[in-house]
C-alpha cells in the first residue's frame, strides 16, 4: 500500500517561511509537490528526480522562493518556501511515481497522492 504523508503546514504572513515534509513508505525514483487553490487545477510546484545527483524541477511562480530537497535514507522530500506571497495559498501535495520527465508537472504524470496539506498566507 502506497502511503505518502504531508506535515508542516500552516498560516503565515506573507514573506514568511515554511517548510513542508512529505515521508513515504518507499523509495521513489520521482517525487514531487503539487497545489490546488479554491476554483484552480492542481498545479506542479516542485519535483525532484533521483539518480545522478538528482534533478530538480520547479514551476516559474516559485523558482527562486522555494526549495525541493530529498533525504533518501528517511524516504523523505521536503519543501523549503520562503518569501510566500497570498497566491500561494492553497492545499499542498505530495505525489510519487517510479518516473519523471519534462511533464512533471502534470497531475498525470504522478499515479500516487498524499492527502494534502493546507499552508494560508495573509498579507
Known amino acids: 500500500q502506497v502511503q505518502l504523508v504531508e506535515s508542516g503546514g500552516g498560516s503565515v504572513q506573507a514573506g514568511g517561511s515554511l517548510r513542508l515534509s512529505c515521508v513515504a513508505v518507499?523509495?521513489?525514483?520521482?517525487m514531487a509537490w503539487f497545489r490546488q487553490a479554491p476554483g484552480n487545477e492542481r498545479e506542479g510546484v516542485a519535483a525532484?528526480?533521483?539518480?545522478?545527483?538528482?534533478?530538480?524541477y520547479y514551476a516559474s511562480s516559485v523558482k527562486g522562493r522555494f526549495t525541493v530537497s530529498r533525504n533518501d535514507a528517511k524516504d523523505t522530500i521536503h519543501l523549503q518556501m520562503d518569501d510566500l506571497k497570498p497566491e500561494d495559498t492553497a492545499t499542498y501535495y505530495c505525489?510519487?511515481?517510479?518516473?519523471?520527465?519534462?511533464?512533471?508537472?502534470?497531475?498525470?504524470?504522478?499515479?500516487?497522492w498524499g492527502q494534502g496539506i493546507e499552508v494560508t498566507v495573509s498579507a
Open positions: 518507499n523509495i521513489w525514483h520521482c
Open positions: 505525489a510519487a511515481d517510479r518516473w519523471c520527465d519534462g511533464n512533471w508537472y502534470l497531475q498525470r504524470s504522478f499515479a500516487y
Open positions: 525532484h528526480k533521483r539518480g545522478g545527483g538528482g534533478t530538480t
